[in-house]
């Protein structure tokens, strides 16, 4: 492996360091780094100041230099890989698990299953390791993207930016809706007094989700909700601020005695579409929940198959 160029193209006034970090997806602190490194380029000149301003039209290089082995052990966990290729990999992350090691989780994550699972990682970061485009909560199961390669990594990430990724949930919600479908269209930010809380602010970044019903249950509904942008917890954030909390959310949801679930909030991302970064091909996943999730529907009064929930159709349009 050696080092790995990225071209990009300003469109408005911006600090380079800013421009990197959204463009090449990694944190604003990294690309500062990698600027005082000397290896971002303005028209082919090297800037080594984090605020040099760029102007529209501005053609930005950033050399990634070869990425150091991660410090995270590989384990030997069997998780379900429903697709890969040189480029990526789209994987299903059961409920309870971690995505990333942090303080009081370093061991069973994802990060540790991929290491151990997959025969190429993205670097993007600065070390070796799975390239995980984007992430869901422990307690949410369902599919993910993977990027192998840094080429893969940005060109996703790019996708997911451009709002071109099809993110698809299911969730058991309280309460019913009188309508068959409508959307929450707010704003999310950290809580102003409770930092480990995401909720609606003023400030905060635009988020919309579009959700439609799927079973009215007794006391409850199965909904499909999809993401337009995909903001930390924000169907949670986004049904709770309507009345319909995701049932088990231990932050969100409600303190009902009825509602007294464990394990965590009843989600899943049950569908993933995308472009394929070397083929262009329109690529589509989807996975049925976990057993817990659907004894629930059950006990709600629900039934479940694919095709009397509405859920796994075919279709990117559908």
Same mark, same amino acid.
């Given at each position: 492996?050696?080092?790995?160029? $990225?071209? $990009?193209?300003?469109? #408005?006034?911006?600090?380079?360091?800013?421009?990197?970090?959204?463009?090449? &997806?990694?944190?604003?602190?990294?690309?500062?780094?990698?600027?005082?490194?000397?290896?971002?380029? +303005?028209?082919?000149?090297?800037?080594?100041?984090?605020? %040099?301003?760029?102007? /529209?039209?501005?053609?930005?290089?950033?050399?990634?230099?070869?990425?150091?082995?991660?410090?995270?052990?590989?384990?030997?966990?069997?998780?379900?890989?429903?697709?890969?290729?040189?480029?990526?990999?789209?994987?299903?992350?059961?409920?309870?698990?971690?995505?990333?090691?942090?303080?009081?989780?370093?061991?069973?994550?994802? @990060? *540790?299953?991929? !290491?151990?699972?997959?025969? *190429?990682?993205?670097?993007?970061?600065?070390?070796?390791?799975?390239?995980?485009?984007?992430?869901?909560?422990?307690?949410?199961?369902? !599919?993910?993207? +993977? /990027?192998? *390669?840094?080429?893969?990594?940005?060109?996703?990430?790019?996708?997911?930016? /451009? #709002?071109?990724?099809?993110?698809?949930?299911?969730?058991? @919600?309280?309460?019913?809706?009188?309508?068959?479908?409508?959307?929450?269209?707010?704003?999310?930010?950290?809580?102003?007094?409770?930092r480990k809380r995401?909720?609606?602010?003023?400030?905060?970044?635009?988020?919309?989700? *579009?959700? $439609?019903?799927?079973?009215?249950?007794?006391?409850?509904?199965?909904?499909?909700?999809?993401?337009?942008?995909?903001?930390?917890?924000?169907?949670?954030?986004?049904?709770?601020?309507?009345?319909?909390?995701?049932?088990? &959310?231990?932050?969100?949801?409600?303190?009902?005695?009825? %509602?007294?679930?464990?394990?965590?909030?009843?989600?899943?991302?049950?569908?993933?579409?995308?472009?394929?970064?070397?083929?262009?091909?329109?690529?589509l996943f989807e996975?049925?929940?976990?057993?817990?999730?659907?004894?629930?529907?059950?006990?709600?009064?629900?039934?479940?198959?694919?095709?009397?929930?509405? $859920?796994?159709?075919?279709?990117?349009?559908?």
């Open positions: 492996m050696s080092d790995t160029r $990225f071209r $990009f193209v300003c469109d #408005h006034s911006e600090r380079l360091d800013a421009f990197l970090s959204r463009e090449a &997806d990694i944190t604003r602190s990294r690309a500062a780094a990698l600027i005082r490194e000397g290896r971002a380029f +303005v028209a082919g000149t090297p800037r080594e100041k984090a605020g %040099w301003m760029l102007k /529209a039209g501005d053609a930005v290089e950033l050399v990634l230099p070869e990425p150091k082995p991660a410090n995270v052990q590989a384990e030997d966990i069997d998780i379900s890989i429903l697709y890969q290729d040189n480029d990526l990999a789209v994987v299903f992350k059961p409920s309870g698990m971690v995505v990333h090691p942090a303080p009081g989780n370093e061991a069973g994550t994802l @990060v *540790n299953a991929l !290491l151990g699972r997959l025969d *190429n990682l993205s670097g993007i970061g600065g070390e070796l390791r799975p390239g995980i485009v984007h992430r869901i909560d422990k307690d949410t199961s369902g !599919l993910l993207l +993977v /990027a192998k *390669n840094d080429r893969a990594h940005v060109s996703l990430s790019e996708q997911i930016k /451009a #709002h071109s990724v099809h993110r698809a949930y299911m969730a058991l @919600v309280q309460g019913g809706f009188h309508e068959p479908e409508g959307f929450v269209d707010a704003p999310i930010g950290r809580h102003p007094t409770d995401m909720a609606i602010v003023p400030d905060g970044r635009e988020a919309r989700t *579009n959700w $439609f019903v799927r079973q009215p249950l007794k006391g409850a509904t199965l909904i499909e909700a999809r993401l337009t942008t995909g903001r930390t917890h924000q169907i949670r954030v986004h049904m709770a601020s309507i009345g319909h909390p995701v049932l088990g &959310d231990p932050v969100y949801g409600s303190k009902r005695a009825q %509602w007294n679930i464990s394990g965590g909030q009843l989600l899943h991302a049950f569908r993933i579409g995308f472009i394929h970064p070397s083929t262009g091909e329109e690529m996975a049925p929940p976990e057993e817990r999730m659907v004894r629930w529907i059950i006990r709600l009064g629900g039934q479940w198959s694919p095709e009397q929930s509405g $859920f796994f159709t075919t279709s990117l349009e559908a």
